[in-house]
């Protein structure tokens, strides 16, 4: 079993920028973020593969979100740039345990999500 913990939220004015972190207690493959805004089902934010060549966004946030990752310390990162109150929403991040697609759907592992407030 593979925790995921993640920090970073926060309150920030429209236009704003954040960075979330997530940090992984073992080794992972696919690494993802998604969001679930309150009273919205839970949605697909951005996803990177092991080696960090192949990364996946939703519409919604291309161009302005931006994914890596450092697997020397288990973490992958959200910068989040050009913040809009839609924005506004639960992060949570996940990991595969297997080395599939970076478009896969099917995560193992899953955090306990952190909030990001986003002000207009």
């Known amino acids: 079993q593979v925790l995921l913990v993640e920090s970073g939220g926060g309150l920030v004015q429209a236009g704003g920028s954040l960075r979330l972190s997530c940090v992984a207690s073992?080794?992972?493959?696919?690494m993802g973020w998604f969001r679930q805004a309150a009273g919205k089902e839970r949605e697909f934010v951005s996803a990177?593969?092991?080696?960090?060549?192949?990364?996946y966004y939703a519409d919604s946030v291309k161009g302005r979100f931006t994914i890596s990752r450092d697997n020397a310390k288990n973490t992958v990162y959200l910068q989040m740039n050009s913040l809009k109150p839609d924005d506004t929403a639960v992060y949570y991040c996940?990991?595969?345990?297997?080395?599939?697609?970076?478009?896969?759907?099917?995560?193992?592992?899953w955090g306990q999500g952190t909030q990001v407030t986003v002000s207009s």
């Open positions: 990177i593969n092991w080696s960090g060549i192949s990364t």
């Open positions: 996940a990991a595969t345990s297997a080395n599939v697609p970076v478009s896969t759907t099917r995560y193992n592992y």
């Open positions: 073992g080794r992972t493959y696919v």
